[in-house]
DNA sequence: CTGGTCCTTGTTACCGATAACAGGATACTA
DNA sequence: TAGTATCCTGTTATCGGTAACAAGGACCAG
């Protein structure tokens, strides 16, 4: 059996009390007293029983991580950034893949609330869909949306400009002499929904016609950026230059073009989202919309851990926006500004 | 505050141990009171507790994943198919990234092991530092190795016979001709040492000098195969050939090479080994060594849900070696059987 | 009518920690 | 020397479940 504090405390004929004061460094609690328990506690080996400690604190040290695919270098790069605020902090993650399920989602969340202190959520729902968060968050759940946030929901969130997102690689495209962009849109998620609004406004400024047969949904993961694209090109008409919701999908259409014999950045050219590792190496290195992916698990962490240790922020430095940039590689057609990329040395 | 057992029984007007008994479907109960129960339980929307359950039953439902390196993308996928037989069984995961270093490694795994019901353990560990993993194991810990293992531990595991990965590259390298093939070599683990000794096994058949020089040491990590083959270039003499301990290495090692101004698989061909997602549509396609990572984590997932759930299996089934297999894409110079690489199709 | 079995429910104690309060010892002050 | 402040330690109850045993009632056989 585990040693326990009981044990200890026996062992060193004091009570349980004592001992625990000396294992959490509490204040009220001799010097010396402490040196003596601390190390028996290391030569019995004893390690604390974090659910009994949970059960009488109601404080799991842990926070859970819904993502929507852990396959996706991007929630990876994320989760990273988190778990180097978390770790430091004394917190341990639990992680989820929804695999872009909502419903599987909403089990997930169900789940986790009740056995971790609080959940960095990248939710894979639509955005109307913000009845069960509103409930949860009204009985107290601690949440912090990450990169897929729902305006409706009052909620410490962390996200970039999607709508500028839709922006800048729309912008990209026309700016590179195209006239008929389409733009393979997302699911229901609210950052899809702004990605494609952004793609409309940069349409719109430039006066150019929004064409309703040139935007196609395909989902975000990559199987369905290249099913997309395989229908479209099947059913013909494809746009010259097409906007694709996000990194992983934009590979896949990539994938579907170059097996219809047709050539990325010329026949067809291609903007992605979120600069994914090995975005930069593929075959046709992807043009793409970037912000940093630290600093939003960063923040995302930050913010939990502010929430849970019941520090009040103001409600505006509850919402981060992180500012995106455009990196410019061959697969929109324009010329690769260097034959390795834009920023990889060294990694 | 949360429902709780009590509030249900008082609800009810009957005992705590009534209600708990209606909800774990206890033999013992009333099938009349089992549904009242749970009819009063869903309307106050109750949820146990999760650690108070644990203290009482030392049964956490929670299973730890320790992974070296969550970047890499065949990390994940052996993630992905723990996860797709530990959901079922009703068990959440607890995952922790130990970027390939050691001490990070058993501070993690010492800090899980009391959390959950069991752990599975791609290790970073040298094959002699089995002291730690060895206590733990006496001690009652429940552990599945997979990927990495220590041949010295009699601990349960799943892994590719790493031997014979070095053996399928090398053999390919040198069927092509190649006469000086080298080998950029992992760090400490076993599966570092195994996959080298295929090198020289694989030159040796063929009565091939085995060249110290033409062996270095870079690490596991994409940084490190990047950093490794900087400095072999910076030194010069760079063999035709290499075989390089994994992928992500081998693509760091790529960058490394086209950043000199030489073209992977003309001038240097490179093999890697795990087949990680996007290999194939890197601008050249790496060729690698494959075996299957959704068998290796789904069959990782059982033997350790056996262990916990105390059913002893012989010893033999308890080591599970999937067997390797050799694809063949264009950075080692052979020709690459159609454009678009294998087996990518309807991903 | 008594005693035993079966079925169901309740009682008590416990898992391993912590919070809140009580109390003993020592030292310092008036 | 009594009073009180300070510092440290112990006692008791509690968190929310579950195991083990006790016990009440219905039913049946002898």
């Not at 460094?25 to 029983?49: C, F, G, K, S």
């Not at 988190?82 to 004394?90: H, K, L």
């Not at 601690?142 to 946030?149: A, E, H, M, P, S």
């Not at 494609?196 to 047969?213: F, N, V």
């Amino acid at each position: 059996m585990r040693t326990t504090l009981a044990d200890i405390a026996r062992e060193l004929g004091v009570s349980k009390m004592t001992v625990s004061r000396a294992i959490n460094n509490h204040p009220l609690i001799n010097a010396d007293t402490r040196e003596r328990v601390l190390e028996v506690a290391h030569r019995m080996n004893y390690q604390p029983n974090q659910h009994a400690r949970a059960l009488a604190t109601s404080r799991s040290y842990l926070i859970g991580i819904v993502v929507p695919d852990l396959m996706n270098l991007y929630f990876a790069e994320v989760t990273r950034a988190i778990e180097s605020v978390a770790r430091p902090a004394g917190f341990q993650l639990l992680i989820c893949s929804t695999d872009e399920d909502p419903t599987r989602e909403i089990g997930q969340v169900d789940a986790l609330l009740h056995r971790t202190d609080g959940l960095i959520i990248s939710s894979a729902l639509a955005p109307t869909e913000t009845k069960s968060y509103r409930k949860m968050l009204e009985e107290g759940a601690r949440i912090v949306l990450v990169d897929r946030t729902m305006r409706k929901l009052r909620c410490p969130a962390v996200a970039t400009d999607n709508v500028r997102v839709g922006i800048l690689a729309t912008q990209h495209l026309i700016s590179l002499g195209h006239r008929r962009i389409g733009h393979l849109c997302g699911d229901g998620s609210s950052m899809s929904a702004e990605r494609r609004q952004g793609y409309e406004r940069a349409l719109a400024r430039q006066k150019l016609r929004i064409d309703e047969s040139l935007v196609r949904t395909c989902g975000l993961l990559e199987s369905e950026g290249y099913l997309a694209m395989r229908m479209w090109l099947a059913k013909g008409d494809v746009p010259e230059a097409i906007f694709v919701v996000n990194d992983p999908a934009a590979i896949g259409a990539m994938q579907a073009i170059e097996e219809a014999g047709l050539r990325v950045g010329k026949d067809v050219a291609l903007v992605g989202a979120g600069n994914i590792h090995y975005g930069d190496m593929l075959r046709v290195p992807l043009t793409t919309v970037s912000w940093s992916r630290s600093e939003m698990g960063q923040e995302a962490a930050r913010l939990l851990i502010q929430l849970i240790n019941g520090k009040a922020q103001s409600a505006k430095a509850q919402n981060i926006i992180l500012a995106p940039e455009l990196i410019v590689r061959s697969s929109c057609g324009a010329k690769s500004p260097g034959s390795a990329g834009t920023g990889t040395a060294g990694r």
